[in-house]
């Protein structure tokens, strides 16, 4: 474990140079070059404000490998999904996916589906439909979190959208505590998922009836870990198979 590559690592991931971080952190490049190479440790206060800017625990930082990608990533999968039937909501706010999930968390409540099916599935992808003005103006995203429905479940609560899924192939890769380095660990996923497509010849292809990508959180044996699905329009048959459910 490094203090020092554990911040080159995540100062890189979001493409920003000693001199930019010397100056957010208020300190000076020479200064910023000995944390990366471990000739000097930032104060408590300093690596509090690294954690925040990197949006990665403290204590992630400082006890934890984070350039150990085989530690963070499975290998990526082809799976077939069959299809499915959904109950979902977007919301655009500053923090989308909290706002959302904590919604369809009390619909799910309020509809029924928790009491039938107390482990139903959760996904969740971004709302891209959210102008640059409403980004960078007020800093509102968008975020749709749905609740996968139980064959045979009904309700006619409201406050929620309906949708069919078809079955389809999905590009697959866990990320095991995603949420330790949230603004590096996700999105290198979807990188590196675009990557294998690109190496191995797949397409991302957007269909009508089909998510174009979604990501799905749960814990396994005491961790979290998070499924990362982009479609693709082609696969090898090769491949082995299996269900989401």
Known sequence: MSIGKNIQYLRKQRKI???RLAEEMSVSRQTVSKWESDEIVPELNKLIALSDMFACKLDALVR???????????????????????????????????????????WARQSGLLAVS????????????????LQNRFGLKGYVAAYILPDGFDTDCDGVEYANQVEADYAVI???DPFVAAFERIPNAYKKILEY??????????KDGI???????????????MDVHIHVDSVSRTEAFTNFS
């Open 17 to 19: 140079t000693q001199e």
């Open 64 to 106: 934890e490998d984070l350039t150990d990608d085989d530690e963070i990533y499975s290998h990526i999968t082809i799976k077939t999904i069959k299809g499915f039937r959904m109950a979902r909501y977007v919301m655009v706010t500053p923090n989308p996916e909290n706002d959302v999930n904590r919604y369809m968390e009390e």
């Open 118 to 133: 107390p482990n139903a599935k959760r996904i969740g992808w971004d709302f891209p439909f959210v102008s640059l003005e």
């Open 174 to 176: 866990t990320i095991y």
């Open 197 to 206: 497509l690109q190496a191995n010849g797949f397409r991302e292809k957007p």
């Open 211 to 225: 998510l174009s990508c979604f990501e799905y959180v749960y814990e396994e044996n005491g961790r979290t870990c």
